[in-house]
Nanobody
């Protein structure tokens, strides 16, 4: 059974940092591209960062480039999102997503709340 469990969210002041983790199980983690999405109240879910299964190729939303870094540890079956210089507009529920390829529906974690406020 596929499981994605996010952790590391919380309340942080503007300019602060958080590191999100997503622990994966139930599938071949090293063969799956992984992503972080976020959804703010009243807004659609949006892609924040992506990392490929092989080679560690990454992509970022323009709004987080230079501030957020996605990485993965295939030995620990975990993907991370390091978030620096956080802004109030980064406030959202952050979701981990596992991509199983074009013919298979991917899988979502339950989400972790990130609130940036003074």
């Amino acid at each position: 059974q596929v499981q994605l469990v996010e952790s590391g969210g919380g309340l942080v002041q503007p300019g602060g940092s958080l590191r999100l983790s997503c622990a994966a199980s139930g599938f071949t983690f090293s063969s799956s591209a992984m992503s972080w999405y976020r959804q703010a109240p009243g807004k659609e879910r949006e892609l924040v960062a992506y990392i490929s299964s092989v080679g560690g190729r990454t992509k970022y939303a323009d709004s987080v480039k230079g501030r957020f870094t996605i990485s993965r540890d295939n030995r620990r079956n975990t993907v991370y999102l390091q978030m620096n210089s956080l802004k109030p507009e980064d406030t959202a529920v952050y979701y981990c997503y596992a991509d199983f390829g074009p013919r298979t529906v991917g899988s979502w974690g339950q989400g972790t709340q990130v609130t940036v406020s003074s």
